[in-house]
Nanobody, 111 residues
């Protein structure tokens, strides 16, 4: 299993970013996928979940209404659209499946 995140970077408060996670080594369309994030010194936090067919999603209260998780099963790719970003969204973001983690991608919200 390989998970490779991309799309992170530096953004001002109120801005947007879209993270991508390119997946390989397993049948992507069979599994729910998750995004987590972690701030140094804190536990990794579940941000969003999407079912294998994309029909159902769940979000942490802290990101509801601002983040959208989606997937393209034809391209084996998971997404996280992040809008109205806040300082407290600064973290390393990870995609996750079947006890496998991506390498993580830094998102920094700063003015």
């Amino acid at each position: 299993v390989q998970l490779v995140e991309s799309g992170g970077g530096l953004v001002q408060p109120g801005g947007s970013l879209r993270l991508s996670c390119a997946a390989s080594g397993f049948t992507f369309s069979r599994y729910s996928m998750r995004w987590y994030r972690q701030v140094p010194g804190k536990e990794r936090e579940l941000v969003a979940v999407i079912t294998n067919d994309g029909d159902r999603t769940e979000y942490a209260d802290s990101v509801k209404g601002r983040f959208t998780i989606s997937r393209n099963n034809a391209e084996n790719t998971l997404y996280l659209q992040m809008n109205s970003l806040k300082f407290e969204d600064t973290a390393v973001y990870y995609c996750y499946v079947l006890s496998y983690w991506g390498q993580g991608i830094q998102v920094t919200v700063s003015s």
